[in-house]
């Protein structure tokens, strides 16, 4: 796609202002920002849309379009609707770096613009795939012109679901009697207590994580389905197209949701690359005004609450699978390391249910996360972070295949058990327990049992007594035999920790 092509569309005029030589320039995209400094945001061939927000003096303009010149961007839309005609410094600076220049006047807005670029550039770059079939042709041709996947997608009998069952783009699913009063597989209580047409969702979710080839074929309550996977991307996380009857409809269905993933791929790839810069900024401990402003460039409220997730995954892309766990919430996920790492606008996102859907689903997949206290205020979200990650290394502690710490739990002091490393937890109860051990082996005693009662009794001498059928004065001369043998006294509380700490470690 040209400059030339997007310019000279029917339709208000766009003034050029420098560059009317070099409109033959090939474009990728439109950007719009009011950044002073937007390069971390452009990967070359952009047109740039500007309100021009960012300029407070003259010298400004000379700062902005350097940056724009380096990045190369193809060229530069200037609105004049806040500020009014483009100022003479802008159209020198353009001049000087050869970077095209054109008005948007006040009357024509940026989405205008927009939509140009997107019909001109969508046209042209599938305008070898619209030869198929006329009825495919006009859908790929519509959407390739900027209509919205739901805009073009049947209005019965296809869907795209999540792999957790959410209807992506469809009509909605309507059981019938039989598939309605079918009772879900492996005894799933949770999905026999959702509405029928979640039910039959999640069912054709299962069949699409469990089939052993794509596409597959399935029978619900009777119904026919064929099922086919959206590429790229794993199945846990991913996509699939549902065609109910007849499956001559789905391979098409298939290439038009690849085109608009691909379509909505460079967007994604920006906010990935925001949630990134998000958590790098808590991970510094940035004060507020930081954060809110890389809340604000994420799509967030800049205004609590907010919490943070941190969660690893085994079997599946830890990102994808959390954005997909957190819909329909206000959210941004970033790959972080090993794991990925959530910004959610709300006290307390919850994942379990979904989690347990999909694992019960999906051979070797494992979900662990953690999740933060609410921050009422952004100052606020890198303790969140630090609080999430610890949560975090708690639920690796636990077994099962879903392990979510969530608020809750977060004062325990098995969080603070779990921020300490291995070796030092065994090391701390080998030094109290290890005397009590070797005498439970050399005399056959029960000292350390004992202990645990007694502790669990919290430190009464008629409950341990009764709880381990002792008579009080038995018990009494083991609580003395521990005592001796580890330089514990039970009888002070601060021992008493000391002991129980040391039993929860070993544990």
């Not at 509405?195 to 029978?219: D, K």
């Not at 998000?278 to 940035?286: P, S």
Request: one cysteine or more.
């Amino acid at each position: 796609m040209r400059l030339r092509d997007v310019l000279e569309q029917p339709g208000s005029r766009l003034p050029v202002l420098v560059g009317a030589d070099e409109l033959d320039r090939p474009l990728t995209l439109a950007y719009t920002t009011d950044l002073l400094d937007p390069t971390r945001y452009l990967t070359g061939g952009e047109v740039v849309l500007t309100g021009m927000m960012w300029r407070r003096d003259p010298a400004d303009s000379e700062l902005f379009v350097s940056r724009l010149a380096g990045a190369g961007v193809a060229a530069l839309g200037a609105g004049e609707g806040l500020l009014g005609p483009v100022p003479d410094d802008l159209v020198q600076a353009c001049a000087r770096h050869g970077l095209p220049l054109f008005a948007v006047p006040a009357d024509v807005s940026f989405r205008e613009v927009t939509d140009r670029i997107s019909a001109v550039l969508w046209s042209e770059r599938e305008a070898g795939a619209v030869a198929a079939r006329s009825r495919q042709r006009g859908l790929v041709a519509r959407l390739s012109a900027g209509a919205d996947l739901p805009e073009v997608w049947p209005e019965s009998g296809a869907w795209l679901l999540s792999c957790t069952g959410r209807t992506v783009t469809g009509p909605a699913l309507t059981p019938d009697p039989v598939t309605a009063t079918a009772r879900p597989p492996t005894g799933d209580a949770r999905a026999a207590a959702a509405p029928p047409a979640a039910q039959l969702g999640r069912r054709l979710a299962r069949e699409f994580l469990r089939a052993a080839a794509l596409p597959v074929r399935c029978a619900l309550g009777g119904r026919e389905f064929h099922l086919d996977a959206v590429p790229p991307g794993e199945r846990p996380g991913g996509v699939f197209v549902v065609v109910e009857g007849d499956p001559a409809p789905l391979e098409n269905l298939v290439a038009l949701a690849a085109l608009d993933a691909a379509r909505q791929d460079r967007a994604r790839r920006l906010e990935h690359r925001l949630a990134e810069q998000l958590v790098a900024t808590l991970r510094t401990g940035a004060g507020r005004a930081e954060v809110a402003a890389a809340l604000r460039a994420c799509g967030l409220p800049d205004a609590g609450p907010h919490t943070v997730l941190s969660a690893v995954t085994t079997g599946a892309d830890a990102a994808a699978l959390l954005a997909e766990l957190l819909h329909p919430a206000a959210a941004v996920v970033a790959a972080d390391g090993d794991r990925a790492v959530a910004v959610v606008a709300d006290a307390g996102p919850a994942i379990r249910d979904q989690a347990r859907h999909l694992v019960s689903a999906v051979r070797g997949l494992r979900l662990t996360a953690g999740i933060s206290e609410a921050a009422a205020d952004p100052a606020g979200l890198p303790s969140a972070l630090a609080q999430a990650e610890h949560a975090l290394a708690y639920a690796a502690q636990r077994t099962g295949r879903v392990r979510v710490v969530g608020s809750a739990e977060l004062a325990s002091h098995e969080l603070l058990l779990a921020a300490v490393p291995r070796h030092t937890r065994e090391a701390f109860a080998e030094r109290l327990l290890a005397p009590l051990r070797e005498y439970d082996a050399t005399h056959r005693a029960d000292l350390v049992h004992t202990l645990r009662t007694f502790l669990d009794c919290d430190g009464s001498w008629t409950r341990c007594a009764a709880a381990m059928h002792l008579h009080v004065n038995t018990l009494r001369y083991r609580i003395g035999r521990i005592s001796a043998l580890t330089g514990r006294n039970l009888d002070h509380f601060p021992d008493r920790v000391d002991l129980y700490l040391a039993l929860r470690a070993a544990a």
